[in-house]
């Protein structure tokens, strides 16, 4: 089988699967894929699609946008700004649910204006992934699984604020 270009996140991988000193198995367990397939993916020869990525990261206790980094599903500069945006956007307790929606369709309308792509398939996907890591740290009911992936946001680097 040929090598897929995903090397990197297979090292990656395998690095953290290490530091948290867990087997591979023991991985797989926790993120509920085969082993097998695992160690495919750390070995570079599957490229996972965003879903597994995210239930590796919750295992890992890691953010699950820096493996679609890696992995090539977003663009580490171009997507990490909308992506971070929409995010902030729809984890601010300040807003319901239908402020939240408008001001993202005024943000899709300004940016789609400016040329530039929204509402891509990833990163609607990893958006989604760091509301929800967002409403775990405000409380929110929306929380899903076991609470672990609410306290990670040190791994998704530093929170932008105004000024």
Do not use: C, W
Request: glycine fraction near 10%.
């Amino acid at each position: 089988m040929a090598s897929l270009n995903v090397g990197n996140l297979g090292e990656y991988l395998r690095e953290q699967r290490r530091n948290a000193q867990l087997s591979l198995r023991q991985l797989a367990d926790a993120a509920g894929v085969s082993n097998p397939y695992l160690s495919q993916i750390e070995r570079g020869l599957r490229k996972p699609s965003a879903e597994v990525l995210q239930q590796v990261a919750k295992a890992l206790r890691i953010s699950a946008e820096t493996l679609y980094v890696r992995a090539g599903i977003l663009d580490a500069e171009r997507d990490r700004d909308e992506v971070e945006t929409r995010a902030v956007i729809l984890a601010d307790p300040s807003l319901n649910e239908r402020q939240k929606q408008v001001l993202l369709q005024i943000y899709e309308s300004f940016r789609k204006e400016n040329g530039f792509g929204v509402g891509e398939p990833a990163a609607d996907e990893a958006v989604e992934d760091l509301a929800q890591r967002g409403r775990a740290d405000t409380g929110d009911t929306a929380v899903r699984g076991t609470g672990t992936a609410g306290g990670h946001d040190a791994d998704a680097g530093p929170r932008r604020t105004a000024g």
